[in-house]
């Protein structure tokens, strides 16, 4: 069964700090790795997308890993601002076209 | 551009009556997709429609049924609703092969069934 498994399932640190986040899956075959951000009443929005043969990307202070062997991916937050309070929910499609499986998200507090 | 829309934005039913949930998108996307997302869960996909003319179930389908009126426009049905089916219900839209195959949210309808 394909499945998506995110920890911590919550987090609470301190304005300023760094914090990683952890995805793992069993999807296949694997076609590629979303992170989306999900603010309080809002829909997720993208925030980095990676392949199969992609190991890093940033976008920001955002930096997701991927590491194909062994299915796991992680979201790295640097410097944290309270504006990076929300959920943040790791997506893996499949490569047959319109098939995708939702992680249960890790919400994240940063507190002043 | 205004992205995804999604009407209403809140509605509170009555077990056994129907609504519909109305989404349009103006990216020109081929794909569109209907989930629901309840209290610490993840979304799960309800219906999605690959392109216009065409509609597949999801991972919870039962007691929903949908329309792809048009290239735009994406509704949800609930034709008798019960109170599990309480939650907040997100439209997408997707254009394969553009974007890393990205999914575009709207802003989401909250549902409350008593």
């Known amino acids: 069964k394909n499945q998506v498994e995110q920890s911590p399932q919550s987090l609470i640190i301190l304005e300023g700090k760094n914090c990683t986040l952890q995805?793992?899956?069993?999807?296949?075959?694997?076609?590629?790795l979303r992170w989306y951000k999900q603010d309080t009443g809002r829909g997720p929005v993208s925030l980095t997308i990676?392949?199969?043969?992609?190991n890093t990307k940033s976008n920001g202070r955002y930096t997701a890993t991927l590491d194909a062997d062994t299915k796991q991916s992680s979201l790295h937050i640097t410097a944290s601002q309270l504006s990076d309070s929300a959920s943040y929910i790791c997506?893996?499609?499949?490569?047959?076209?319109?098939?995708?499986?939702f992680g249960d998200g890790t919400t994240l507090t940063v507190k002043p | 551009n205004a992205g995804v829309t999604q009407t209403p934005k809140f509605q509170v039913l009555k077990t056994g009556q129907s609504m519909t949930l109305q989404c349009a998108q103006d990216?020109?996307?081929?794909?569109m997709y209907w989930y629901r997302q309840d209290p610490g869960m993840g979304l799960r996909l309800i219906y999605y429609?690959?392109?216009?003319?065409?509609?597949d179930k999801g991972e919870v389908p039962n007691g929903y049924n949908v329309s792809r009126l048009n290239k735009r426009e994406f509704s949800l049905r609930l034709e008798s609703a019960a109170p599990s089916q309480t939650s907040v219900y997100f439209c997408?839209?997707?254009?394969?092969?553009?974007?890393?195959?990205?999914?575009?949210f709207g802003p989401g309808t909250r549902l409350t069934v008593l």
């Open positions: 997408a839209s997707r254009e394969p092969g553009q974007g890393g195959d990205t999914q575009y």
């Open positions: 995805c793992n899956y069993t999807v296949s075959p694997f076609s590629n």
């Open positions: 990676m392949t199969f043969s992609e």
């Open positions: 997506v893996v499609s499949q490569s047959n076209a319109g098939k995708s499986t």
């Open positions: 990216m020109n996307h081929n794909s």
């Open positions: 429609s690959a392109s216009e003319g065409t509609t």
